[in-house]
Every structure is written in C-alpha cells, then in structure tokens.
Nanobody
Framework: HVQLVESGGGSVQIGGSLTLTCVAP?????????WGWFRQTPGAQCEMVAS????????YYSDSVKGRFAISRDNGENAVRLRMSDLSPRDTAVYYC???????????????????WGQGTQVTVS
C-alpha cells in the first residue's frame, strides 16, 4: 500500500479559506491514476468532493462544493491540492486524498477499496 500524506487542515472561520495538500512518496509515479479528495463526517460515507483525471484535463466537483473548491495537480512535486474558499460549518469533516487507476465512485464506505489513500486531515469551520 502506497501511503499518501495530507496536510493543511485546521480550524478556520466561516467564509475563510484553506488549501489542502496531498503528497505521494518519492519515487511514486502512477500516470494512470485519477486523484480525488473525499470528506467524511461521523457516521457517514466518504464523499468525493473533487477529482482530477490522469491527464489533468477533466475535473469533477460535487454540487456542495462547486464554485468554491478547486483541485489541481503538481506532477513535479507528486502532489495534489484542494483549494477551499467560502467555507461553512457544513464543510467540517475529515478530508482524505485518494488515487486509483480506475474511475472512482462518488462515495465509499472505506477508501481502502482504492489503490492509494491517506490518513486524512481534519477541517473545522466555525
């Protein structure tokens, strides 16, 4: 299992912004992987909020974050970022980065179904 590492979470005021970063280990290079950001609240499934295609040309955003979140890839750093703006308490969750060589679904009971995933970073908006 390749462990992805998320960072950038924390506490932010309503209307504020945060940028989450997901980094893959040095030497990791899966050009065929779709990357995504998921979030999970207690008792709920992991919901995909954004994804980017292997070629970086196609994007997906859930309706709940469309227009406020932006996903980007930095192949030179083996990193994927999620820029979040105009945050509200409904965005409070643990955010996970994941990647898979197949097309990812919009929700999972657990991200261990996928090829790669991280341990998550907490985002709290109040």
């Amino acid at each position: 299992h390749v462990q992805l590492v998320e960072s950038g979470g924390g506490s932010v005021q309503i209307g504020g912004s945060l940028t989450l970063t997901c980094v893959a280990p040095r030497g990791f290079n899966d050009a065929d992987a779709e990357w995504g950001w998921f979030r999970q609240t207690p008792g709920a499934q992991c919901e995909m909020v954004a994804s980017i295609s292997p070629d970086g040309k196609k994007y997906y955003y859930s309706d709940s974050v469309k227009g406020r979140f932006a996903i980007s890839r930095d192949n030179g750093e083996n990193a994927v970022r999620l820029r979040m703006s105009d945050l509200s308490p409904r965005d409070t969750a643990v955010y996970y980065c994941a990647a898979d060589r197949g097309t990812m679904r919009s929700a999972y009971a657990g991200l261990d179904e996928l090829n790669y995933w991280g341990q998550g970073t907490q985002v709290t908006v109040s």
